[in-house]
């Protein structure tokens, strides 16, 4: 799923790419990820680029006379920015993955993928990116908080610190993947209590916090956006490394599993060397 980082450099990409084109056309494929109506695709015909921009996970591109593309790319949405298409043929409604398509005047444009069954992908059309449910209840900006606003978020939110790090109205833009690499980068344990940490353990977590989303929004940046994947992404210490060497102190990289994800960790690094209890493999062995 495409976190704050990925989704920064998609909208750095366009602002680089996409600025000052003039729309041809909005082509929606699949009906069901444009969550609104008014104003219609066919507003967006005819207006320039204006800009591109991120509200915690969510990509905002910006047109001119202020209309907005906010989208959400879920779990298995991404952004391809074509150089052309190989066809002018409009999208045939429920056909492949590309939900939606953005033709610009250069014979360039984007599209909107979402792979596989699910379909989450959301797109809004809006003159104000808080007319989107999911972007007016964002909390600050996890990567833009400073420390008070930070310790306030954390410590105002009692829960297990992954549970309460990845939640969007607490802090904006972190998912799965880098809260594993913020706790680990804060030898934290995920789940430590939040209302419990000490001003220097909170004092690591926005370090880490900091440290972790602009390295991986650098990293990001340095790639294409057309090679950009999130399920691909390099540099990463624990995530998805379950079984690997933790590449601070060796240990081995382990995993606790819920119904539908999973979080990664280094139990040296994180917590005290005590393996957490896996919920699912308890209950096989039971
Ligand atoms: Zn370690």
Redesign the pocket.
């Known amino acids: 799923m495409p976190e704050l980082p990925e989704v920064e450099a998609l909208a750095g990409y366009l602002r680089e790419r996409a600025v000052g084109r003039r729309v041809e056309r909005v082509e929606v494929a699949a009906i069901s990820a444009l969550k609104t109506y008014d104003p219609p695709p066919s507003a967006v015909s005819g207006r320039a680029v204006a800009g591109a921009g991120r509200h915690g996970k969510f990509l905002d591109v910006i047109f001119d006379g202020g209309l907005h593309l906010v989208v959400h790319l879920a779990r298995a949405g991404w952004l391809h920015y074509r150089e052309a298409f190989p066809s002018t043929a409009p999208l045939r409604p429920g056909k492949g993955p590309v939900a939606l398509r953005v033709r610009l005047d250069d014979g360039s444009g984007f599209d909107l993928t979402e792979a596989g069954t699910q379909k989450k992908l959301a797109a809004y059309l809006v003159t104000d990116p808080a007319q989107v449910p999911g972007v007016a209840k964002l909390g600050p900006d996890a990567l833009a908080a400073d420390l008070a606003t930070f310790t306030e978020r954390i410590r105002g939110r009692r829960g297990q610190v992954k549970g309460v790090l990845t939640d969007q109205a607490v802090l904006a833009g972190v998912g799965n993947a880098y809260s594993d690499e913020i706790l680990h980068a804060a030898k934290l344990s995920p789940f430590a209590i939040t209302d419990r940490l000490s001003d220097d353990q909170l004092a690591a977590l926005h370090g880490a916090t900091r440290t972790v989303l602009s390295d991986a929004v650098r990293r990001s940046m340095g790639q294409r956006a057309a090679e950009l994947k999130g399920e691909k992404r390099s540099g990463l210490k624990v995530h998805a490394r379950t079984g690997l060497p933790?590449p601070?102190?060796g240990?081995t990289v382990r995993e606790v599993s819920f119904a539908d994800s999973s979080l990664q960790y280094?139990p040296?690094?994180q917590t005290g060397g005590k393996p957490l209890a896996d919920r699912r493999l308890s209950r096989l062995v039971r």
Do not use: E, I, N, Q
């Open positions: 933790c601070v102190c240990d280094c040296t690094c």
